[in-house]
């Protein structure tokens, strides 16, 4: 049974930093992509950010480009974000997305359709 945890999120200043994690179980090798994605009420599911576990791709949405990083141990099964710089308008909560079908070396896509397992997600309030 595929699992992905989230953790780290929590309340921060304008300006703060939070790494969040996703902790994946269920899945073996490294032929899957990873996203992370975020929402608010009334809104659609945005991707903040995806990451190819074998090719190390990744994507930003633009308004996290030079703020965020995302990054992957693949021994760990664990995937990271970490966010500098935060905004009010990044808050939001966070799931960890997995998308199993994306084979070894073809990267990342940033649409929630084609993930097929989430998290419970992880709340992140930045506050003015």
């Known amino acids: 049974e595929v699992q992905l945890v989230e953790s780290g999120g929590g309340l921060v200043q304008t300006g703060g930093s939070l790494r969040l994690s996703c902790a994946i179980s269920g899945l073996d090798g490294d032929d899957f992509a990873i996203g992370w994605f975020r929402q608010t009420p009334g809104k659609e599911r945005e991707a903040v950010s995806c990451i190819g576990l074998r090719d190390k791709y990744t994507y930003y949405l633009d308004s996290v480009k030079g703020r965020f990083t995302i990054s992957s141990d693949n021994a760990k099964k664990t995937v990271y974000l970490q966010m500098n710089s935060l905004k009010p308008e990044d808050t939001a909560v966070y799931y960890c997305?997995?998308?199993?079908?994306?084979?070894?070396?073809?990267?990342?896509?940033?649409?929630?359709?084609?993930?097929?397992?989430w998290g419970q997600g992880t709340q992140v309030t930045v506050s003015s």
């Open positions: 997305e997995a998308d199993i079908n994306r084979g070894a070396g073809n990267g990342c896509a940033p649409s929630h359709l084609i993930y097929e397992y």
